[in-house]
């Protein structure tokens, strides 16, 4: 069903309705449930608390969905890591690498807050999988220094 604006002046108190205004009076909110170009958007505070279930939905469906309900490591979540690969200078927005060239780090600072150092904490099997790389990190070698970003698991 598609949305049809109904003028004001077509709707006269004490006379008939024109068809093709009763036909849209009643394709109207089938347009507007639809989401249909030009229909009223329905808002949030239409709905009730509980209204809306996640089985009325698939959320997994989603791309890029971040799932704060998992286990660290699993599809979807996020982690900051350091790269480190034989060879490799950099990892750059967008690519992916596997989870084993990963070490799970955070940034050290003195107190002028100056960056002093990236502390890692060694290979965990929670790091398996690919990873997509949410910025870029250098990388310095295994054991050499390097940089952190945001990566998100994908497989």
Known sequence: MSW????DSVLEPNKPI????????????IAIANGEPG??????????????TSDKFDV???????WFDRPAGGIGTM?????ESFGATAILFGQTVA????N????????????????????PESIAGTWRCLGMASSGGTGAGGSVSLF???A
Do not use: C, H, M
């Open 4 to 7: 049809t604006d109904i003028p």
């Open 18 to 29: 024109r068809s093709v205004d009763g036909l849209a009076l009643r394709d109207n909110p």
């Open 39 to 52: 229909a009223p958007k329905i808002q949030n505070a239409a709905y009730a608390g509980g209204s809306i």
């Open 60 to 66: 997994a469906s989603i791309e890029g969905w971040i």
């Open 79 to 83: 982690g900051l890591f350091s790269y």
């Open 99 to 102: 989870g084993s060239t990963l």
């Open 104 to 123: 799970p780090s955070g940034a050290q600072f003195d107190n002028l807050d100056n960056i002093t150092g990236i502390s890692g904490t060694g290979f």
């Open 152 to 154: 998100q698991r994908i």
